[in-house]
C-alpha cells in the first residue's frame, strides 16, 4: 500500500509535468492525498483527467462569481478547485454557488474538502444526483461511495452550511442536569487549598 506521502509526491510531480505551476501542484497533492485518505479515487480520476487534458479543451476560471457558466468547454478542475480555496473568504456571504459544466468533478471535491476546513464550516455539495457532505476536511459522508464518478458534472451546487447544535435545547439541558451530578460543593477546606490560596512562601 502507498503511504499519503507517497502519494502526495507523486502526484505533484506528476501535475508539474503536465505543465501547471509547481504552487498549483503542489496543491493538488495535498487535494488528491486527501481523496485517498477518504477512500475516493483520485488517482483514477486525476490520471484520466491527464490523459484527456492532452486531446481536450478545458476552460480556466479564476474569478468565482454566484453563478458560472462555462462558454464552451468543462471547467478545469484543478483551476476551479484552486481559485475556491484562494476566494473561499470572500464567498461565504454567498452562501450558494453554483458552477455549470465541471470536468471530473471529484477532483474539485477534494478543494472543497479543504475550504471546509479553512472557514470552519460544512460544505454541501450536490453534482448533478449526488450529494456530499465535507466536514472541516475530517470526513466525508456521501451517498455513492464504490460507484462510478462521473467525467463530467452538468450542475454543481456549493452551499456554505451555518453551524448549528444536532441536538435540541431539551435535550441539553436533560443532558447538563445530569452532569451536574458529578459537581463538588465548595467548602472552605477547598478554598483554602485552591491554588494562590495558601499564605506559607515556600520560595
Known amino acids: 500500500m502507498r503511504s499519503l506521502s507517497e502519494i502526495e509526491t507523486t502526484v ?24 485517498e485518505l477518504f477512500g475516493l479515487p483520485g ?17 480556466n476560471l479564476k474569478l468565482i ?15 476551479l478547485g484552486v481559485s475556491f480555496l484562494d476566494q473561499i473568504k470572500n464567498m461565504e456571504s454567498l452562501k450558494k454557488i453554483k458552477f455549470i459544466s465541471v470536468a471530473y468533478p471529484i477532483i474539485f471535491l477534494s478543494f472543497l ?25 475530517v470526513n466525508i459522508y456521501s451517498n455513492v461511495f464504490n460507484q462510478e464518478f462521473p467525467a463530467i458534472a452538468n450542475n454543481v451546487e456549493v452551499e456554505l452550511k451555518e453551524n448549528q447544535d444536532n441536538f435540541t435545547d431539551l435535550e441539553w439541558r436533560s443532558l447538563y442536569k445530569l452532569s451536574e451530578n458529578t459537581f463538588v460543593e465548595e467548602s472552605d477546606s477547598l478554598k483554602l487549598g485552591a491554588a494562590g490560596a495558601g499564605l506559607t512562601d515556600n520560595d
Open 12 to 35: 505533484k510531480r506528476a501535475t508539474r509535468s503536465i505543465g501547471f505551476s509547481w504552487g498549483i501542484s503542489e496543491e493538488v497533492g495535498k487535494s488528491v492525498k486527501i481523496l
Open 43 to 59: 488517482i483514477q480520476n486525476l490520471n484520466q483527467y491527464y490523459k484527456d487534458k492532452k486531446t481536450k479543451k478545458f476552460e
Open 65 to 79: 462569481s454566484e453563478t458560472n457558466k462555462s462558454s464552451l468547454d468543462p471547467f478545469c478542475p484543478i483551476i
Open 113 to 137: 474538502s479543504r475550504a471546509s476546513e479553512t472557514i470552519g464550516k460544512k460544505i454541501h455539495l450536490k453534482m448533478d444526483q449526488n450529494d456530499f457532505l465535507l466536514n472541516l476536511n
